[in-house]
């Protein structure tokens, strides 16, 4: 069986700056896996790697045993990846349902249609109502995106990233900035939507990662240091001394 | 040999002048991400200013009182009209200094009328140089080579020698850092639009005698100056220079040298149909030079954005 | 703020369009029936005249709109496409046997594929950005082509430009389009038509990802599609509809020159476009109206008229950006709590003397302008129907005092329109 996704020395210079510093990762297909690290160790420049976001300039990347390298965001996404972003990245002047649907329009086929009215699509209007029942945000359907609560706009975030039934999800820090309460229900949310398929995220709260997670990388410095289920990387002694020494007392 | 020396002079001339608008131009642009369509109308403010200011004070007061009032203004339009359109975005930015272009020129109508204002250049640089073979190079060109230089040397200087060019150099970079650090970022903002159009000013009084004083004058030079700082690379002062002179020159030696198109068709194997006036191609075979002078800068940078769409300097984009 | 915007969610989707499932006809048999019986009010041929221009700028600005307000790309070049398309129909009326098998209400067509395929190949390079890198490189190509005018004159024809006779085409059901009227109701059909198309283009899956990609390219790009398609194929369609504006234009003037082509249509086209506003589908409709009113109308009675216009423009962009339909949309709330009425008095008083204020301001203008450029010893002006001596203190006195009273009354009575203003938009019973 091939790994949903599958990273080989993968390496990425800022000038001379060296950020990601050889990163061999394999994701099997239906897993739930968890980035962490301290700040600064590049799960961000991580994830923009994979998704396409900027080039790598070593090393390889695969998806379903496909090379992702020189594809565009758009040609990435259209082979089966979706991602969220840190920071609320959504359409704040359409409507809540307009985002959901634009998200839905390129993989129900529509690609660069000019001949079929967006309102017709009964399957396309279902399709959008039924994400925002998932994601709670039915009663909010029809308001400007950008005057949402942060909660629901990260709520509204991981709806566009779904929406367009990508098989591998990848979610840059979710619960970013929520409150104990907001991120009790993002965490019930992402659980509920990526049912079955293949979750990749970076997380700081160490309650979502060993709440979701079912593996999950230390990432430090550019190389990841440990790989394995939450039991393993609790106990694993380099990842205590490198990061967790803290975090872990907490829990 | 001789000729080619004059044409030199010539387009240098030309580019030192396209320089001084589109060194402004591209200092405003890389501070605040703004293209000042009004730019070339600043220059055109500083001919009639000069003008107005030279009929009872003299063209030397003209050249110093007149970008002075041109930065002024400058300054004012930022303060009070850009800051207040910035929050909605680089677009309405662009469309409102376009509104600013109209509303100049229809100023200027308004003032002066529409006719071609008699300022010449001053009797004390009407005397011929020296001359090359019978060409007479003016005084009045060396004397706007020598300002343009001036012009160019200080600049550089202020913003690699001084503390208030490393802040505006930081500025250029990270506008919220040194924001950070204390400094008032709006006002070195205002500062460089009113030394950016006092600059396009200067142009004004000086390319105002030889060029001419005529409302029509921003319109003609003002897309070129967009074309030059497209080519150098937006916000690129070196880019700007190269560009600027290459504009120059091109444009003037294509017009001194009557090159046509039918000697290169010809000399590329092709034949020239007859009867030419019946051919479909009658215009490709007649062009000349000095015809497609003025839309060379145009051809040039549709070609630079094709093969190298950050221009030739340029490292980044809008 | 969010729990009284959820009172009545179904009510900013209509104005956003998002959820509906069906077109409103409504206003569109209402726009043809008014074209159908505007020829029956208006009937001077002068005012005809005006209509015909009116239409063709309504169909130009609502391409050119295709792109800024749905797009967000401003280009300050697109008269190009229109005046392509308008030089190509003229070179197909002047091809005699083709001409005389094809009916003249199917050109425009052919000035469509004509902006079309010039967009086409433009489009390949210049929406690679958006942005000032986009603005840039339509003038930059804007000015190229308005320049090769005058040396491509085979296909331009020069200085003088190049003619032709709309009567030699295929009599349509047997009209020539001798007649001005025919003329008029050939160009109203294309109004409508083209409108129409805009309109459901905006409404497809193609038109919304427009909005999408002009709101956040980068997150498009995350949902699979290209920004720089998303752009290519609007400005195509763009183009298309350009070049249908330029063939009308070609059919009702019978001349292109190099005026179609250059910067300064250009830059009208965008003045018209935004006056009338970006964000609504009917406001590049009213910036045409209103635009080809002030071009036709005003500049008959005022050499100033562009210096108006400029004014307006600027003031626009400062204070207005969402143009003249957005000052009529913000008065939707207030329509739906049925206080609309309440403002009218409010309303005449402020806007009314500042009205008459800014009258007495625009008077001075003329009286300054008279002033310093008529010809010597004329002193005579004419002005609002009155004829007086300009170099005189009184009407000074009368247009300054006018100025002063009527803004001045303008400004006294704000606070109490601001405070209506708020009264108007508050539901009734909810805390202030």
Redesign the interface.
Same mark, same amino acid.
């Given at each position: 069986m091939t790994a949903a996704l599958e990273l080989d020395g993968l390496k990425k210079s800022f000038g001379k700056t060296e950020i990601i510093r050889g990163v061999d990762l394999s994701i099997g297909k239906g897993e739930r896996h968890a980035i962490i690290g301290p700040n600064g160790a590049g799960k961000s420049t991580l994830f923009n790697l994979i998704?396409g976001r900027f080039p790598q300039s070593e090393g390889h990347i695969r998806m379903h045993g496909q090379d992702l390298a020189g594809k565009? +965001?758009?040609q990435i #996404?259209?082979m089966g990846l979706? *991602?969220s972003?840190q920071i609320t #990245? !959504?359409?704040?002047?359409?409507?809540v349902?307009?985002n959901v649907?634009?998200?839905l329009?390129?993989?129900m086929g529509?690609?660069? #249609?000019?001949?079929?009215?967006?309102? *017709?699509s009964r399957a396309l209007?279902e399709g959008t109502d039924r994400i925002l029942d998932q994601i709670n945000l039915t009663?909010? *359907?029809?308001? +400007?995106a950008g005057?949402?609560?942060y909660a629901e706009q990260r709520a509204l975030e991981i709806g !566009?990233t779904i929406a367009?039934g990508a098989d591998v999800i990848m979610l840059d820090e979710p619960t970013a900035g929520m409150s104990h309460s907001e991120t009790d229900y993002i965490v019930e949310l992402i659980r509920a939507v990526t049912e079955g398929k293949t979750l990749i995220m970076v997380e700081h709260d160490m309650g979502v990662v060993f709440g979701l997670a079912d593996q999950i990388s230390v990432l430090v410095y550019g190389e990841i240091i440990a790989t394995g289920t939450p039991e393993a990387v609790r106990a694993n002694p380099k990842v205590q001394e490198a990061y967790l020494g803290e975090a872990m007392e907490v829990h | 040999m001789d000729l080619i020396l004059v044409n030199l002079i010539d387009g240098l001339v030309t580019g030192l002048l396209l320089f001084m608008l589109s060194a402004g131009l591209t200092l405003i642009f890389s501070m605040m991400g703004v293209l000042n369509f009004a730019h070339a109308s600043f220059y055109m403010l500083g001919a009639y200013f000069a003008f107005q200011i030279s009929l009872y004070l003299g063209f030397w007061m003209g050249l110093l009182i007149a970008p002075l009032v041109v930065g002024v203004l400058g300054a004012g339009v930022e303060r009070y009209g850009l800051r207040r359109v910035h929050q909605y975005g680089h677009v309405p930015e662009l469309i409102f200094t376009f509104g600013l272009a109209l509303l100049i020129e229809e100023l200027v109508q308004f003032i002066w009328g529409k006719n071609q204002m008699p300022y010449a250049t001053p009797e004390i640089l009407q005397f011929t140089a020296f001359s090359i073979a019978g060409n007479s190079i003016p005084a009045y060109k060396i004397f706007m080579i020598f300002i343009s230089i001036a012009i160019f040397i200080g600049l550089l200087y202020v913003l690699t020698r001084t503390r208030v060019g490393m802040i505006i150099q930081a500025a250029l970079t990270y506008p919220k850092t040194v924001e950070a650090l204390g400094h008032n970022v709006p006002l070195i903002f205002m500062g460089v639009f009113g030394v950016g159009t006092a600059l396009a000013g200067v142009a004004g009084v000086i390319a105002g005698p030889v060029l001419g004083t005529f409302p029509g004058m921003a319109f003609v030079l003002g897309s070129i100056v967009f074309v030059t700082i497209v080519i150098g690379g937006l916000g690129s002062l070196w880019g700007a220079l190269v560009a600027s002179l290459l504009i120059g020159w091109i444009t003037t030696f294509s017009k001194a040298y009557n090159l046509r198109m039918e000697d290169l068709l010809t000399w590329l194997g092709f034949t020239k149909p007859e009867p030419i006036w019946d051919s479909a191609w009658r215009d490709l075979w007649s062009i000349t030079s000095p015809q497609i002078a003025d839309i060379l800068p145009y051809i040039l940078m549709v070609l630079i954005l094709i093969f190298r769409p950050y221009g030739l300097f340029g490292k980044r984009d809008a | 703020?969010?729990d009284q915007?959820?009172t009545d969610?179904?009510?900013?989707?209509q104005r956003?369009g998002?959820?509906?499932?069906?077109?409103p006809l409504i206003p569109w048999v209402l726009a043809a029936a008014l074209l159908m019986v505007l020829p029956f009010i208006f009937t001077a041929n002068s005012a005809i005249t005006i209509m015909n221009q009116m239409a063709i700028t309504i169909i130009f600005a609502l391409a050119y709109n295709m792109l800024l307000g749905q797009g967000g790309m401003l280009s300050f070049g697109h008269a190009v496409y229109a005046g392509v398309g308008g030089f190509a129909c003229v070179h197909i009326m002047n091809m005699d046997d083709f001409f005389a098998q094809i009916p003249l209400p199917l050109l425009p067509i052919f000035g469509g594929l004509m902006g079309m395929g010039l967009a086409t190949i433009v489009g390949a390079f210049s929406t690679r950005k958006a942005g000032t890198v986009f603005a840039m490189i339509s003038l930059g190509v804007g000015e190229l082509i308005a320049a090769c005018s005058v040396i491509i004159v085979a296909f331009f024809g020069g200085e003088e430009g190049i003619s032709g006779d709309r009567t030699y085409g295929m009599p349509f059901f047997g009209v020539e389009f001798l007649q001005q009227i025919e003329v008029y109701y050939l160009i109203a059909a294309w109004l409508l038509i083209s409108a129409a198309l805009m309109y459901? $283009?905006s409404?497809?899956?193609?038109?919304?990802?427009a909005?999408?990609v002009r709101?956040?390219p @980068?997150?498009? @790009?995350?949902?699979? $599609?290209?920004a720089r398609?998303?752009r290519f194929?609007s400005f195509v369609?763009s183009g298309f509809f350009a070049g249908v504006a330029g063939a009308l234009f070609a059919i009702n003037y019978e001349i292109l020159t190099e005026e179609n082509l250059n910067t300064t249509q250009s830059g009208l086209i965008l003045l018209a476009t935004f006056l009338g506003g970006v964000g609504f589908f009917f406001g590049p409709i009213l910036g045409a109206i209103v635009f080809t009113l002030v071009q036709t109308v005003l500049s008959l009675q005022t050499e100033l008229w562009a210096f108006y216009l400029g004014i307006v423009f600027v003031v626009t962009v400062m204070f207005f950006p969402g143009g003249l339909a957005g000052l009529l949309m913000m008065h939707v709330p207030a329509m739906r709590l049925g206080k609309l009425g309440r403002l009218g008095v409010p309303y005449l008083k402020t806007l009314g003397s500042g009205a008459i204020g800014c009258l007495g301001a625009a008077g001075l203008i003329e009286m300054t302008f008279h002033l310093r450029h008529a010809s010597a010893g004329d002193h005579s002006m004419t002005l609002f129907w009155i004829t007086f001596d300009s170099h005189t203190i009184l009407p000074w006195i009368v247009a300054i005092a006018v100025t002063f009273v009527g803004l001045g009354i303008a400004r006294r009575t704000a606070p109490a329109l601001a405070e209506a203003w708020n009264e108007a938009n508050t539901p009734d019973g909810a805390p202030r």
């Open positions: 998704t565009a +965001p758009f #996404n259209r979706s *991602r972003f #990245n !959504i359409f704040p002047k359409m409507s349902f307009e649907r634009c998200s329009l390129w993989s529509y690609r660069y #249609n000019f001949w079929s009215m967006v309102g *017709r209007t009663a909010r *359907r029809d308001l +400007p005057v949402l609560s !566009i367009g | - | 703020m969010t915007l959820t969610p179904t009510k900013p989707a956003i998002a959820g509906s499932l069906t077109v459901l $283009y409404r497809t899956p193609l038109g919304r990802m909005n999408a709101d956040n @980068e997150r498009a @790009e995350f949902l699979g $599609y290209s398609w998303v194929f369609a």
